[in-house]
Each structure stands twice: as C-alpha cells, then as structure tokens.
C-alpha cells in the first residue's frame, strides 16, 4: 500500500524534497533490499510502493501509475526483463534496472528493452537516490523540450534527429531509442566529431558527477551503436567517444 513518512511523533513529516509526491514502484524479491530501498526514497519525499514477483510489478504499474521503476531483473513469475517490456507497452515510464551480476549482455538487454538506467548490487542507497532524481529531471527536461521544440531538423549525413518529436531516423528508417539514448545521442550531436569525455557525457546526460558511473556510459553506447550503427560513433580509447559525420 501507499505509504507516508512519519515523525517519530506519530504525525506525518512535511515533505519539501524534490521528489514530493512522485510515485516510485519498487520491483525486487529480497526483502531486505527492498525495505532499504523503500526507506530511503520515501525519507527522499518520494511515495512507494513495492512488488516481489513479475505479475504483480504489472499489475500494480498499470493500477498505480508510477513516474519510475527500479527493476530488479531477477524475480519469481516472470523475470524483469518481461516485467520492463509489458510496461513499457502500457506507458512509457523511466526504468532503472538492478543486476547482481557485473554482466554487460544483461545491461545491454535491459537497455534494449526500454531501461535507461541500470545498478549493479551491491550498491550504495546515496547513488540510488541521485540516479532516480536524474532520471525523473531527465523525464521533465524532455517534456519541456518537446513543448518548445527547436525549429527543424538535424541531419547528419543519413542520421536525422528531429528535437520536436524526439524521434531519430537512419536512411529515413525510425530507429527507437530510449530517452536517455536519445539524450545521448543528441548531446554527441551538438558537437560532431568533437571528443567527449565520459566523465562530460555523465555530467550532460546524466546528471552525474561521479566517475564511478562511466561503465553506464560505455553501456548505453553499446546500446547506441546497434541501433544507428557502429560506425557513427568513434570511440577514442582512454579518453571518450565522437558521433562521426560525412566529410562536407
């Protein structure tokens, strides 16, 4: 059910954190986990709800209509790759998946499934809670932007990426991205074949200032590439990545 924070007093705490009133569902069948989650994103302001197998995570998402989902991608009924897939066929809603294993095909999976964001476990609650404030200010920046989109289109060779919609196309093909793939792609763009450092794509796309995160960047490139093609990204070893253009 619906929780609110409360004083030890017993009376309800007001809430004037940023993430007031926005709906978290929490997805994971260990219980210790989840409770630690669930504690600290509600001290954050946000509300919770929590979901131990695969059909009741689908069944409470399309009930309660959360603004984000952490996902963890191992759970009893159906895993949470299927849990992220059926959502994401109800509503789009940002998802940031859990692993317990350092394995990049599942980070790539999730991603290709419509996560925008993973964590390996163990991780620390501090990086959980800025990683959910950045994807939930990653959601609003794109409602603005699509309520003031920029006049026309950005074409780059045979890659289109129309702002207003946030859509993207190769060889006049739609390619689906992620928000945060699109987000991506477009921070690339606004500099083509200029290097940008992980650490600068973190802080751009993300939000995120910690160098521990750059494994996130490498993933969603990966994920990039497969989608508009390997050969518009350059990658410069040691030191970051380039989106590459025909020659004028």
Known sequence: MEQTHTSQSGTAATTTTPGAQRRVLVVEDDTTIVDAIAARLRAEGFLVQTAADGPAAVDTAEAWQPD???????????????????????????????????????????????????MTKPFSMRELAARVHVLLRRVERAAIAASTPRSGILRLGELEIDHAQRRVRVKAEDVHLTPTEFDLLVCLANTPRAVLSREQLLAEVWDWADASGTRTVDSHIKALRRKIGAERIRTVHGVGYALETPNP
């Open 68 to 118: 984000l989902l952490i996902l963890d991608i191992m759970l009893p009924g159906f895993d949470g790759l299927e849990v992220c897939r059926r959502v994401q066929a109800q509503r789009p809603v940002p998802v940031l998946m859990l692993t317990a294993r350092d394995d990049e095909t599942d980070m790539l999976v999730g991603l290709g499934v419509g996560a925008d964001d993973y």
